[in-house]
């Protein structure tokens, strides 16, 4: 059968997204469902990956069900998703607690330390971005202070596409934009280890995997994604 389809997936905050393309760009078919988190009294908004994942799944498997010989049809899979966050796993791949949204407020006493520190200058002029609450960086600050332990278990540290990444491919891997921006130089697009001793983090530079440019390299399907899906 003609490889003649590309599929995007997009796991935004409230709703998860897959679309099929032709390959002039055109739309063959789209499917979405609600996505789900949980809003903290302490300023916490976090969601269950487990659930993310299950609902990415879902949502191909809807897409599939509208666009037939969808998995002999494509021709490749390309996925994004809500940015910022902080989402941890062990050494099997297994989340050690739910992934932080973006939305999530609690370290806002951190990034208001980390914007008046000293290695503030080295943060901006490296990374090119400023230090928001929003940010992998503030959480894992926040994490590092308050809640230990979970560092002690984890393995990688990733934002929501990379999680969706890993379940799809095995892969554990970073968006170059939000690992640069975050940790990063954007002159190299490699992490700075500047960066990451600046924000007093350099301990923790073992969870950040490696970051994969997805439009020069790309990993295949999983078999247990493939199944799956």
């Known amino acids: 059968m003609t490889r003649d389809l590309l599929i995007g997936v997009d796991a935004g905050t409230s709703v ?3 679309v099929a393309f032709d390959l002039t760009g055109g739309q063959v078919a789209m499917t979405s469902r609600r996505n789900h988190y949980l809003t903290l009294p302490n300023g916490g908004v976090e969601q269950d990956m487990r659930r993310t994942w299950q609902d990415t799944v879902d949502v191909l498997r809807d897409l599939g069900e509208q666009v037939e010989g969808l998995g002999e049809r ?5 996925v994004t998703g809500q940015g910022d966050g902080c989402w941890l796993i062990d050494a099997e791949g297994v989340p050690i607690h739910d992934g ?3 939305l999530d407020a609690r370290a806002a006493a951190e990034a208001r330390e980390i914007a008046e520190s000293a290695g503030i200058d080295v943060i901006y002029r490296t990374t090119g971005s400023g230090v928001n609450v929003c940010q992998m960086r503030t ?3 926040w994490i590092k202070r308050h809640e230990p332990e979970l ?3 984890a393995e990688t540290a ?3 596409k990379d999680w969706l990444y890993f379940n799809l491919t095995g892969k554990r891997a970073a968006d170059p934009t939000e690992a640069v921006f975050t940790f990063g130089d954007y002159r190299t697009r490699a992490y700075a280890e500047e960066v990451l001793e600046a924000l007093g983090l350099a301990d923790l530079r073992r969870l950040l995997p490696p970051i994969v440019d997805g439009a020069a390299e ?3 399907l999983a078999a247990a994604a493939a199944a799956a899906t």
Not at 74 to 78: D, I, P, Q, R
């Open 218 to 220: 790309a990993h295949g």
């Open 74 to 78: 494509a021709l490749a899979l390309s």
């Open 151 to 153: 560092l002690e278990r």
């Open 139 to 141: 959480h894992l600050t």
């Open 158 to 160: 990733m934002h929501c």
């Open 16 to 18: 998860i997204k897959a």
């Open 100 to 102: 932080w949204l973006w």
